[in-house]
């Protein structure tokens, strides 16, 4: 009965991975917070997915960035919508960091626009497809006035959501990068994609921590 | 605690919790199917009338269940923050042929109206339901009652642990907001400096919080987490009842007549 869906789901991961899952989305909602409060232009609201993604790998990842867009949608409905967007940012950032892109300061700067692509072109996207257009925040109100000024509705989402995302997604991906070089490397021994920073081959899975008795 | 007190706390935990409301002690799946259903039921009615009916039947039910003061609070901001914005973008913004208020280059027209009450009902509903949900549903017991019915501990942790540590983080990051300006890190001032002050705020935070998971892997795993057997709970949840049954049918029947009747047309 204990080993449901979820439970082999998360085997492969290592016993710490569930423990991150978490920890990745508080990081999430946190790093929006003080992008808040410290009054920052830019949402920083996606740090714990792909942290969690270059970490522990694409499912745990996308899994953070699901989890937390449905908690956000207690509080504006809407962002629920944008999910996929989260999910995608989690799995492509397991993809990443098991190519080591995170280990080198410049290829993390370019995977920012990788980052950036899925978060303004797909972004753009579901705002047409779902909302018609116009969806809510600030961005809807750069949209109508782009589209005031007699641009196309489309265009229009597109010329507020791109660049908005290059503008967020640099500084979180430089963030994820200092904080994973930050992380002292008896965690990372024990983190699934940890091997990848520690500058060694494949060793097979995960240091298990604890002792695992009940798989046996 | 005398003996007699002692007995009749240990007895309040022998007995399923009753948070004394009929509506809020119904079976968390019950009330999530029903509220499911009826987001469903407004999402395929073809007109804003039925739409906005299911938005009022939600305020309704929080009321019954007792929430309604803090639910009405929070969906009327909704409306007026969420709401109110996606109508006028659509009444502005949306073409049509019958103009009522020329605008410049904009218009509002009928068909923008049209459109912009359609789709803002439909999303509103959706908001109304989804908030509904939080307001009457307790976490800890649908995920309870989730494990009860053969889901993981692992998932249900994952989500409870999620919850919990938004606000133990965002308390922590608030502390070191406020030791790290102690210390003169500028928090004031232009975008440049004040972006510069994220990472001393937040790096030390995020870093901690990842090395704490390590042991409450292992004070869960002390407390047999990993256990294959069945977990207990200090909390007995009621066993399901007529009163569920009813719920839950009623809100699928509804959702089906609807669905159906979009399907075979009959509105």
């Known amino acids: 009965m204990a080993s449901s869906g979820f439970t082999r789901f998360m085997q492969g991961y290592g016993r710490l991975t569930i423990f991150m899952i978490p920890i990745g989305v508080a990081i999430n909602f946190v790093g929006g917070q003080i992008a808040l409060l410290l009054k920052l232009p830019v949402y920083l609201d996606s740090i714990g997915t792909i942290l969690v993604g270059a970490t522990c790998g694409s499912l745990p990842g996308a899994l953070v960035g699901l989890l937390s867009n449905a908690i956000n949608s207690i509080t504006s409905p809407p962002t629920f919508a944008f999910a996929v967007l989260n999910v995608a940012f989690g799995l492509l950032a397991g993809y990443f960091g098991r190519l080591g892109v995170f280990r080198v300061w410049w290829k993390t700067l370019l995977s920012s626009l990788a980052f950036a692509f899925i978060g303004g072109f797909c972004g753009a996207l579901i705002t047409i497809w779902v909302f018609g257009g116009l969806a809510v925040g600030g961005g809807a109100l750069v949209v109508g006035a782009l589209r005031a000024l007699g641009m196309d509705l489309t265009a229009a989402n597109f010329a507020a959501q791109l660049p908005m995302d290059v503008l967020d997604k640099v500084p979180t991906v430089l963030i994820v990068y200092a904080i994973i070089k930050g992380i002292p490397r008896r965690l990372l021994v024990k983190l699934p994609l940890g091997w990848v920073y520690l500058g060694q081959r494949k060793s097979g899975t995960a240091k298990q921590v604890p002792a695992d008795a009940s798989r046996a | ?267």
């Open chain 2, 1 to 267: 605690m005398t003996p007699g007190t002692l007995s009749a706390t240990a007895d309040a935990y022998r007995r399923p919790l009753s948070l004394g409301n009929p509506l809020l002690d119904l079976q968390p799946i019950a009330m999530v199917t029903a509220i499911t259903s009826l987001i469903v039921v407004a999402v395929a009615s073809p007109g804003w009338a039925l739409q906005s009916a299911v938005s009022v039947l939600f305020v309704v039910i929080a009321f019954l269940a007792g929430r309604g003061r803090s639910y009405l609070a929070t969906i009327l901001k909704l409306w007026v923050a969420v709401g109110f914005l996606l109508f006028a973008l659509r009444a502005l913004l949306v073409k049509g042929q019958d103009v009522l208020v020329p605008l410049g280059p904009i218009a509002v027209t009928r068909e923008g109206i049209q459109d912009g009450l359609v789709f803002t009902t439909a999303v509103m509903a959706i908001c109304g339901g989804v908030t509904l949900f939080f307001a009457i549903v307790s976490m800890r017991r649908l995920t309870l009652a989730l494990e009860r019915v053969g889901m993981s501990p692992r998932a249900t942790y994952v989500v409870l642990a999620s919850f919990q540590s938004i606000t133990d983080l965002g308390e922590t990051a608030r502390v070191v907001l406020a030791a790290q300006k102690a210390r003169g890190i500028e928090t004031e001032g232009n975008v440049l400096v004040r972006a510069r002050a994220f990472f001393p705020v937040l790096a030390p935070v995020f870093i901690t919080a990842m090395s704490a998971t390590e042991e409450r892997a292992i004070a869960l795993d002390a407390r047999a987490f990993n256990s294959p057997n069945r977990h207990t709970s200090v909390v007995l949840l009621r066993p399901w009842s007529a009163g569920d049954t009813v719920v839950v049918v009623v809100a699928l029947v509804l959702m089906v007549a609807v669905v159906l009747g979009r399907v075979v047309g009959w509105f």
